[in-house]
């Protein structure tokens, strides 16, 4: 897992391990084996499933990709999960069928992974990712992740239990990909790659410098209206004393993801967020290795290791367990467990 910014004077607050973890079911202990209350709920976790019904293969980065296999992970993370009697929801960051899916087979793949997740016995909140969009327009996509909402975006939010609120972002609502092509939100993504990325191909980062490397066409940005929606419910959850847990595809924070990887707006978000102290974690996805920071303002960031990249017979899932005063992540196999506590309350 990728730890990056390790100066940060926050970063002995958070603890990462890298145990090939058995916890008993629901235990009162945390990922480090340190006894503690129970937890007031728990949920699953996964990440970049990507399947498709082709042959393994390679990133343009040269990782290998296992596409048949990744259902395989999936089908076991929703296996574990039953047998947790206070997982009350599964979050899946996005990314549920690869780009090199044949176009023909779309939708049929998408129901099928769709169909693993339903397996678990309580409710899924996925998101989009720029995979996912690859293969289906918002206007097919959203009805089969069950994702409603108003004129096709893709953000919401939902509170589990009274002191705690999940926001689910939409990071590809300024995007090139999934709307039509001249729709305005298409159309604000392609001006402003053009006025950040000279690149004649738009998904090339070449001589693009530092976190202006993320100016990529598979990336997106969140939009001004959705920004505004947000603000909303951070100002709600505030006056309701709710602790906020963010999640999104695309990651938030340089320290935690590679620049190629991070939201065009990360910036302007979490100024956003910073503006409030609610927000405790923020879950992303996208970023395949995974990752993990601190920030100035004590704000968790948690990239999560991708259950695509898992040679056949590994596995990268995960149980969250919620506490009042921190969020333990206990990873199983490859993606690594964390302990987050908050650093005020
Ligand atoms: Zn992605």
């Not at 720029?130 to 939902?158: E, V, W």
């Amino acid at each position: 897992m990728k730890r990056k910014c390790q100066e940060s004077e926050n970063s002995n607050r958070g603890q990462v391990s890298y145990p090939k973890v058995l916890i008993e079911r629901d235990a009162m202990v945390s990922s480090t084996g340190v006894a503690t209350a129970q937890p007031l709920f728990s949920f699953g976790l996964i990440s970049d499933v990507q399947y498709a019904d082709i042959p393994d293969g390679r990133s343009f980065l040269g990782v290998p990709r296992y596409y048949r296999h990744s259902i395989l992970v999936l089908q076991r993370a929703v296996k574990e999960w039953n047998t947790h009697q206070k997982h009350k929801f599964v979050i899946n960051l996005g990314d549920i069928v690869d780009g090199f899916c044949p176009k023909d087979q779309s939708i049929n793949a998408v129901k099928k992974v769709v169909d693993e997740f339903e397996m678990f016995r309580g409710p899924v909140y996925h998101m989009i990712g720029n995979h996912c969009l690859y293969n289906l327009p918002r206007s097919k996509l959203l009805p089969l992740l069950k994702i409603q909402t108003l004129d096709g975006h893709a953000y919401y939010d939902f509170s589990p239990v009274p002191d705690y609120r999940f926001v689910v972002l939409d990071t590809y609502d300024i995007s090139a990909i999934g709307w039509p092509q001249d729709h305005p939100r298409a159309l604000e993504a392609m001006q402003l790659l053009r006025e950040k990325n000279p690149n004649e191909d738009k998904n090339s980062p070449t001589n693009l410098v530092g976190v202006e490397r993320r100016f990529l066409m598979f990336n997106g940005g969140v939009g001004k209206e959705q920004m505004e929606w947000l603000d909303g419910v951070l100002q709600d959850a505030t006056k309701l004393k709710q602790k906020v847990v963010v999640s999104s595809h695309l990651p938030l924070d340089p320290c935690a993801a590679t620049e190629e990887a991070l939201l065009w707006n990360y910036d302007e978000v979490m100024n956003l967020i910073h503006k409030y102290n609610c927000v405790k974690v923020c879950l992303a996805g996208h970023d395949h290795k995974g990752g993990y920071s601190i920030d100035s303002h004590g704000v968790h960031h948690r990239v999560l290791e991708a259950a695509l990249e898992c040679p056949p017979g590994t596995d990268a899932f995960g149980s969250v367990y919620v506490y009042d005063d921190r969020i333990s992540l206990v990873g199983i196999d490859r993606m690594a467990s964390t302990d987050m506590y908050f650093s005020h309350q």
